[in-house]
């Protein structure tokens, strides 16, 4: 009894011991030689995995990063160009400071605004709804309002609104790592720049169709006029397939061009409240 | 003894509250949206622009390739418009509209409604006449008809089956014209049966919820060697093209291979019919019957469209509508096509198309979807599917995005029919992710 426990603890101490001095062998022998500094950046990304940069994950990027010594152009979006600035100074380099983005929704077509047209019923995601049919309202363009952007947001910076059936984007939390802009099948959610003092302007709206059938739809809808395009003294707004688009690179906040728009679809984001007009014009 | 498939199948109560309905023939709207996507395949270049005059039956436009079917002015007067128009589901297709002014037809087109009955076209004749009346499967899918009387080399039919089986429940738009207009049905399918060449055989399958119809044909068919009628059980979706060769011949369709493999070709009934008219009558394919049905007595109907009608007309001409344009407020939701395949319509301004077959009303109560619940792998889905796929699964893999798994479980054989859907106890959406992932795979393979 004894001896057949003592021969069993024996032989396999034995068998591991051997195992392990081949195992150490076979490490040495067949080492992976990583940079140490890979790890390092890893370390000082936030961790998010959230795909944002455009690659893999965090370390997918850092791996990228420490690799390529021309790259300065890129940018963790939800470590911002404060890790970036951080991470480039551990690798002894530049880093090119970029502005922030945040998302933002261009449909504002509000459930008050358009009435459903008929029940929609199946699995409640805006994909399997787009590729269903055109949606729930008239608007082949706009929100379709079941929050697949929502489910895709991993830091909680987007909600739907349930009196508009919109989402809504909160904006210090979002980190504009993009994954809604992946996640909306109308391609409705777009990524612009933060603007001086969280100021921005751009147009809440997606639809391409001609004037008049916009306005059959949706009474807030771009119906391509070109009104706001004449008032903007910088030309940075453009008119393609009849849908106004703001250039967030050369708009300066003129603020001209949102009074002028019929259909109110140009949103001004955290301007104080215009003063009255007065003579000065 | 009925025949039916071997494989899964779900029985829907049959609804067909409007089997007893006349064909009525539908007044000319006074607007038509003539979508140029009506068919699979290519669509069709129009010919004509805004201001040209028309006449019924005149060409507007041109297929545009071999897999396309040229497209026909369903009533006389102006182009107004050649534009993206949306089609019923709110998606932009090229459409011609054209303002209807009286009722000029084109010459040469026999409107009178004697049965013409001697054949005197020959083989190819008929082929030439079924490419250029745009005629399409108007079972639903609508296939260029002239591509699948077009067997690949090497492949020899030698059946054609005409498919009266109609398992959609509500519909009876292709019953009421079994009824109404067999002898030109059998005449079509004895047209299309000419051009396949010698020794092939004909076939009409019927489901026997239809006996009156199945009596007509027997007596129709009854001094022919080579058509015979063969009743079928009444099963969900016998109508399906590989679910009908195997109840009438029990022969199986391989997992993507063409069903004339098996030695057979399917055609509608509605879509005989259409050869023989175009044909024999020289009319190309500008109308279609379609069953206007819900659960209110008052609005069952079969109706004979022109293509192109809005589905507005149509409805309010049914009594479905209020007088201020909306739908009447007891119904909730509005089919195109039948309850299982059938898809909603999201623009009312939208047109019937040449192989539209049923709007369905519905109200909230029959239409709601209980709240999915979890699986719990009774494999109900599995026994209906009459493809013997693995819906539970497809659908697990589907939401995990694994396509090369999707397709090593041969997503590419769903025929979405919904009977996974009709039977899942927990009201999984299963269809609703299968089809999703499906597509999304199919445009991946496009892109490479």
Redesign the interface.
């Known amino acids: 009894m004894t001896s057949t426990l003592l021969y069993t603890v024996l032989s396999l101490s034995i068998l591991g011991g051997l195992l392990a001095v081949i195992l150490f062998f076979v490490a040495q022998k067949f080492k992976v030689q990583e940079d140490p500094r890979i790890d390092q950046v890893v370390e000082a990304l936030p961790g998010a995995n959230c795909g944002g940069c455009g690659f893999a994950g965090c370390r997918a990027f850092a791996e990228f990063y420490v690799n390529n010594p021309e790259a300065t152009d890129y940018l963790c979006p939800v470590g911002g160009n404060e890790v970036m600035l951080r991470v480039a100074q551990m690798l002894g380099r530049d880093a090119r400071e970029q502005a922030p983005k945040v998302a933002v929704l261009r449909c504002n077509g509000s459930c008050e605004i358009l009435p459903r047209l008929n029940k929609y019923d199946g699995s409640p995601s805006c994909t399997v709804a787009a590729d269903l049919y055109g949606g729930q309202t008239g608007c082949s363009y706009g929100c379709l309002g079941m929050g697949d952007c929502v489910k895709a947001c991993q830091f909680d910076a987007l909600v739907m609104d349930p009196d508009t059936c919109l989402p809504v984007v909160l904006e210090d939390k979002c980190t504009s790592c993009g994954a809604c802009v992946k996640a909306c099948p109308r391609n409705i959610i777009e990524l612009r720049p933060k603007g001086p003092k969280n100021r921005r302007i751009y147009v809440t709206c997606a639809n391409k169709d001609k004037g008049a059938v916009t306005r059959k739809v949706c009474s807030v809808g771009c119906i391509g006029c070109q009104l706001c395009m004449k008032a903007c003294p910088f030309e940075a707004i453009t008119i393609t397939d009849n849908l106004a688009y703001i250039d967030p690179a050369k708009c300066r906040l003129c603020r001209k061009c949102a009074p002028v728009c019929p259909a109110g679809c140009i949103a001004e984001i955290n301007f104080p409240p215009k003063k009255q007009e007065t003579g000065n014009e | 003894m009925s025949k039916t498939f071997s494989i899964g199948g779900i029985h829907p109560d049959d609804c067909k509250f409007s089997r007893d309905c006349p064909i009525e023939d539908f007044p000319i709207p006074k607007r038509v949206y003539i979508s140029m996507n009506q068919h699979l395949g290519m669509p069709a270049v129009p010919v004509v622009k805004k201001g040209d005059p028309v006449r019924v039956g005149q060409l507007i436009a041109e297929p545009a390739g071999f897999v396309s079917a040229p497209v026909h002015a369903s009533v006389s007067g102006t182009v107004s418009d050649v534009t993206p128009y949306?089609d019923f589901?709110?998606?932009?297709v090229l459409t011609v509209v054209i303002d209807t002014d009286g009722d000029q037809w084109e010459e040469g087109i026999d409107r009178s409604p004697e049965i013409r009955h001697e054949i005197t076209s020959s083989p190819e004749d008929v082929f030439k006449r079924i490419s250029e009346s745009g005629i399409v499967g108007l079972g639903g899918a609508a296939f260029p008809t002239h591509v699948k009387l077009t067997p690949p080399e090497g492949m020899k039919p030698e059946y054609l089956i005409l498919n009266g089986a109609e398992c959609e429940p509500y519909l009876t738009a292709d019953y009421r014209l079994m009824l109404e207009h067999g002898q030109e049905i059998l005449l079509g399918g004895e047209l299309m049966r000419r051009t396949l060449g010698a020794g092939v055989n004909g076939i009409i399958g019927i489901e026997a919820n239809k006996p009156r119809a199945i009596e007509l044909m027997r007596e129709l068919t009854s001094k022919s060697l080579q058509w015979k009628v063969v009743p079928l059980k009444k099963r969900y979706p016998q109508g399906g093209e590989k679910q009908l060769i195997d109840a009438v011949l029990g022969r199986r369709v391989a997992s993507f291979a063409l069903p004339v493999s098996t030695g057979a070709i399917v055609q509608n009934v509605s879509t005989a019919y259409a050869v023989y008219e175009a044909v024999q009558k020289n009319k190309p394919l500008i109308s279609k019957v379609l069953t206007v049905s819900s659960s209110d007595s008052s609005i069952q109907k079969n109706y004979r469209f022109r293509v192109g009608t809005p589905i507005m007309d149509i409805l309010s001409h049914a009594g479905a509508m209020e007088k201020d344009g909306g739908l009447s407020p007891q119904f909730?939701?509005?089919v195109n096509g039948g309850p299982m395949m059938g898809?909603?319509?999201?623009?009312?301004e939208g047109p019937v198309m040449k192989s539209t077959s049923g709007l369905l009303l519905f109200t909230?109560k029959e239409?709601?979807?209980k709240e999915?619940g979890e699986c719990i792998r009774c494999a109900k889905c599995f026994e209906a599917c009459p493809m013997r796929l693995q819906p539970y699964l497809l659908y697990q893999l589907a939401l995990a995005g694994r396509t090369e798994e999707l397709e090593e479980h041969r997503v590419f054989d769903c025929i979405e029919c919904g009977c996974c859907l009709y039977t899942c106890p927990a009201h999984l959406?299963l269809l609703?992710?299968i089809?999703?992932a499906r597509?999304a795979s199919l445009k991946n393979k496009r892109k490479k």
């Open positions: 949306p589901l709110g998606k932009k909730a939701k509005v898809k909603p319509v999201s623009n009312l909230e239409t709601k979807r999915p959406p609703d992710q089809r999703l597509n």
